[in-house]
C-alpha cells in the first residue's frame, strides 16, 4: 500500500483526509491503522485502541474491508459505523433485500451475486495488484426467512451455504483471510437449556438454520488446512434504529416485511389492519414464542470488537464464537404491549396457527461475548429498542 508522505502533526483535525476514503493515522491513538501486510483492528473513541509510534511515523492508512450483503438492514448498519470511523467499506451486494436510497454514504458499492465466484476473484485481484488490498470480509448475505425455508429449502442451500462456498474459494484464490461470519441462533433449534451457551447442541429445526451451521462447519475446516481466521456471530432477533446526532438515521426496511416490530409498528401506522400472532399455545407463560432481542447498534459495536479480536488471534488458536444478544426473553405479546406503550396506538391482535420450525424459546448467553470482546449492549430495555424503531418508521414513511 502506497505511503503518502504526509506526516500528521499536532492540531491537525481528526479524520484529516488524505484520500476521499483511506485516511492517514492519526498520533492521538484514536484511529484504526494498518501495518504493512497486517491489520491492526484497533477500535476509534469508545473502544480500546494504540497505535504503535512506528506505524504512525510510517504514515499508514485505514482498512479497507468487503461488506456482503452491505446495502441491508445489518449490513448497511455496519458499514455505515465503518465509514464514520475512517475505514475504507466495499459493499458487495444484490439488492434482493438492500435497498439502493439506504447504501452509506462513503462507502463503495458493487453490483453483484455472491455465487459468481469469477467476479469476487476478480475484485479481490484488481484490490491486490492496485497495492490495495482487502484486510478482511464481512459477510452479511444471506436468505434469513425461517418460515420460507420450510417451503423452498433448496434456494437457502444454495444461496446460504453454496454461495459462502465460492466465497471462500475465492478468498483463496486472492483475498484477505479473516471474515467475520454472520450466522443465527437457528442453529440450536430448540435449547435443552435457557439462556443458550455457545457450546449447545447445534440441531437446527429448519433448513435456514442449517444452512447456516453448514457454514460454520465448512468454516472449521477452512481454518485448520487455510488457515482462514474467522469468527462466527449469532445473532438474535435484531431490531431498532441507529441514532446519531440527527436523529434516527437507518432501520429496517425489509420487502416484503416478515419481522416482528416492523409489522407491528405497520399496524400503528395504520397500514396494516392487525398483528398476525402465529401460536398462543406454546411451553411459554403467555403461549406465545419468546425471543431474545438486540439492538441492531449495539450488534454493529459487537463486529468491531471481534475484528479486532481477530486480529490478534494465531492460525493455531480455535476460531472465535459468541452469541450476541440481551440475554432477556420476550415473549410476542411482550412485544405487542411494548408498541402500544411507545405508540400509544391500539394494535389488534390476530391468532394464527403455529409456523413450522419455530421454536419455543430462544435466549442468548452473551457472557462470552462480553467477558472476551468487552462488549456492553446499551439498548436493553425492549421499550427502549421498540422507542428507535418508531422513530425510524415514522421517518421513514414520512419520507
Known amino acids: 500500500m502506497p505511503n503518502s508522505g504526509v506526516k500528521p502533526q499536532p492540531g491537525i ?23 504493512l501486510g497486517r491489520p491492526l483492528f484497533r477500535h476509534c473513541s469508545s473502544y480500546r485502541l494504540k ?10 492508512f485505514f482498512v479497507k474491508i468487503f461488506v456482503t450483503g452491505g446495502a441491508g438492514y445489518i449490513g448497511g448498519t455496519v458499514s455505515q459505523m465503518l465509514t464514520e470511523k475512517g475505514h475504507e467499506a466495499v459493499i458487495f451486494d444484490n439488492f434482493r433485500h438492500g435497498r439502493r436510497d439506504l447504501l452509506p454514504s462513503g462507502a463503495q458499492f458493487i453490483a453483484g451475486e455472491l ?40 434456494i437457502y442451500f444454495r444461496n446460504n451455504t453454496a454461495g459462502t462456498l465460492s466465497l471462500l474459494e475465492a478468498m483463496l484464490a486472492c483475498g484477505p483471510r479473516r471474515l467475520i461470519f454472520s450466522s443465527t441462533a437457528a442453529v440450536y433449534g430448540e435449547p435443552e437449556s435457557i439462556p443458550i451457551e455457545e457450546d449447545a447442541r447445534l440441531e437446527p429445526t429448519n433448513p435456514y438454520g442449517q444452512s447456516k451451521l453448514l457454514v460454520e462447519q465448512m468454516l472449521v475446516w477452512f481454518n485448520r488446512i487455510h488457515g ?25 426496511a425489509h420487502e416484503p416485511e416478515s419481522h416482528l416490530i416492523p409489522l407491528i409498528l405497520d399496524v400503528a401506522l ?9 401460536g398462543d399455545d406454546y411451553p411459554t407463560p403467555d403461549g406465545t414464542c419468546i425471543r431474545d432481542y438486540i439492538h441492531v447498534s449495539d450488534l454493529a459495536d459487537a463486529h468491531l470488537l471481534a475484528l479486532d479480536a481477530l486480529d490478534e488471534r494465531t492460525e493455531k488458536q480455535p476460531p472465535l464464537i459468541y452469541n450476541l444478544g440481551n440475554g432477556r426473553g420476550f415473549s410476542v405479546r411482550d412485544v405487542v404491549s411494548s408498541a402500544r406503550r411507545v405508540t400509544g396506538h391500539p394494535i389488534p391482535e390476530v391468532i394464527e396457527p403455529r409456523r413450522p420450525g419455530d421454536p419455543a424459546i430462544l435466549v442468548a448467553s452473551s457472557t462470552k461475548a462480553m467477558r472476551e470482546l468487552r462488549w456492553k449492549p446499551r439498548y436493553t430495555g425492549l421499550d427502549d429498542i421498540v422507542r428507535t424503531a418508531w422513530l425510524w418508521h415514522q421517518k421513514r414513511y414520512r419520507a
Do not use: C, W
Not at 14 to 20: A, G, I, M, Q, S
Not at 51 to 60: D, F, S
Open 13 to 35: 483535525p481528526l479524520f484529516d483526509t488524505v484520500h476521499p476514503l483511506r485516511r492517514q493515522a492519526s498520533p492521538t491513538g484514536r484511529n484504526l491503522a494498518l501495518r
Open 51 to 60: 497505535v504503535p509510534q512506528t506505524v504512525v511515523e510510517r504514515g499508514i
Open 115 to 154: 455465487a459468481d465466484r469469477q467476479t469476487l476473484e476478480n475484485i479481490f485481484s484488481s484490490a491486490r495488484q492496485n497495492l490495495q488490498p482487502f484486510d478482511a470480509v464481512l459477510h452479511f448475505a444471506a436468505l434469513i426467512e425461517a418460515g420460507e425455508s420450510m417451503q423452498r429449502p433448496e
Open 228 to 252: 482462514i481466521k474467522y469468527a462466527s456471530l449469532r445473532y438474535f432477533n435484531v431490531a431498532g434504529a441507529r441514532e446519531g446526532p440527527n436523529g434516527v438515521t437507518r432501520g429496517e
Open 270 to 278: 395504520g397500514h396494516r389492519p392487525s398483528i398476525r400472532i402465529y
